[in-house]
């Protein structure tokens, strides 16, 4: 994962040490390099899958565990800024796929 990604994940207080943590950094990389990561249980996860032999589903989860701790203990004003529009009203925090597509258009624009 690159510095630009990973001090984008720690300034919204994602744990460098959940292992979802490593796969979103990974998405995200895949996304801004141009890579088809759509839909992500067809394409983003199955790499990543493939790439660390984990079944899809599990690459799924720890993304999810890695966004809901970064909800419950990250800057709650900057991810409402950021993913504002994206945050799923039931469940307090924005889907996996928003959550990546957000990102990815963060960085690919932010230089």
């Known amino acids: 994962m690159n510095g630009k990604i990973s001090n984008y994940l720690l300034s919204m207080g994602f744990i460098?040490?959940?292992i979802g943590y490593k796969y979103l950094g990974d998405l995200?990389?895949?996304g801004i390099d141009g890579?088809?990561?759509?839909p992500l249980s067809k394409n983003g996860y199955v790499v990543l899958a493939e790439k660390?032999?984990?079944s899809a589903s599990t690459i799924e989860k720890d993304i999810q565990n890695a966004i809901?701790?970064?909800?419950?203990?990250?800057?709650?004003?900057l991810l409402n800024k950021e993913f504002g529009s994206t945050i799923d009203m039931k469940k307090g925090k924005p889907s996996n796929k928003h959550f990546i597509l957000t990102a990815i258009e963060k960085l690919s624009y932010d230089d």
């Open 52 to 54: 660390y032999n984990k």
């Open 28 to 30: 995200v990389a895949l």
């Open 35 to 38: 890579k088809d990561i759509l």
């Open 16 to 18: 460098p040490n959940k």
């Open 68 to 77: 809901s701790a970064a909800w419950l203990k990250g800057d709650i004003d």
